[in-house]
């Protein structure tokens, strides 16, 4: 089975330009969750998301940071305008049984520099 | 809301010595906890998990933690470390089916051969 996909792996914008991340979940997985990722900070929650509903979302992060689920194997993060502070790995992962009991299944990450 | 703290950033020890990393969550009620891995450029895995029972856990590659709820605490220990354990150790703890889990900021474990 193929695992979580994020694409793309590497991008860099510029200060104030709109950037859009994408998710591929496990094949049938329910829930699907993005997290930002800095060594000082570690896995923060962006979004959380179960079959297309969202769950939750991180309260420090609801102005420029936009989530969605297109479909239930689709999910995108738009960023706009984007920020030096932005600079990070975003974390997607999907979870079969719910984030309280399954693991979470996680992609490799894009890795996001603004200049 | 739930929380984690791993008071740790950088761990380093010696290859073959005992290993325990510190995990410290808040919540009120009873956490489902977690420990994952992430080793260099990989996404992270889950090494175990904690959902009630026996405190000890048992996870993959010989690591274990324990759930002592009087100390707020689930650490990861390892009776002998290999350099192939060098990565960054994640604790997470979740409180409720409506909830995602929440991560710590992480510790970056070192072997020296």
């Known amino acids: 089975d193929a695992g979580v996909t994020q694409t793309p792996r590497h991008e860099v914008a510029e200060k104030g330009q709109t950037i859009i991340l994408k998710c591929e979940p496990v094949?049938?997985?329910?829930?699907l969750f993005w997290y930002r990722q800095t060594k000082i900070q570690g896995l923060e929650l962006l979004s959380y998301?179960?079959?297309?509903?969202?769950?939750?979302d991180g309260g420090a992060f609801k102005d420029r940071f936009k989530a969605e689920m297109l479909n239930s194997s689709f999910s995108t993060l738009k960023i706009q305008p984007t920020e030096p502070k932005d600079s990070a790995v975003y974390l997607c992962a999907s979870s079969l049984y719910g984030g309280y009991t399954g693991q979470l299944y996680f992609g490799e990450g894009s890795k996001l520099t603004v200049l | 809301a739930q929380s984690v703290t791993q008071p740790d950033a950088r761990v380093t020890v010696s290859e073959g010595a005992s290993l325990q990393l510190r995990c410290k969550y808040s919540?009120?009620?009873?956490?489902?906890l977690f420990w994952y891995v992430q080793y260099p450029r990989q996404g992270l895995q889950l090494l175990l998990k904690y959902y009630s029972g026996d405190p000890v856990v048992q996870g993959v590659n010989g690591f274990e933690a324990e759930f002592i709820k009087s100390n707020s605490s689930f650490h990861l220990r390892k009776a002998s470390v290999h350099w192939s354990d060098s990565a960054v150790y994640f604790c997470?703890?979740?409180?409720?089916?409506?909830?995602?889990?929440?991560f710590g900021a992480g510790t970056k474990l070192s072997v020296k051969p």
């Open positions: 919540y009120s009620g009873t956490p489902y």
């Open positions: 997470a703890v979740s409180a409720n089916n409506n909830n995602a889990p929440r």
């Open positions: 094949s049938g997985h329910n829930d």
């Open positions: 998301f179960r079959s297309k509903s969202l769950m939750e």
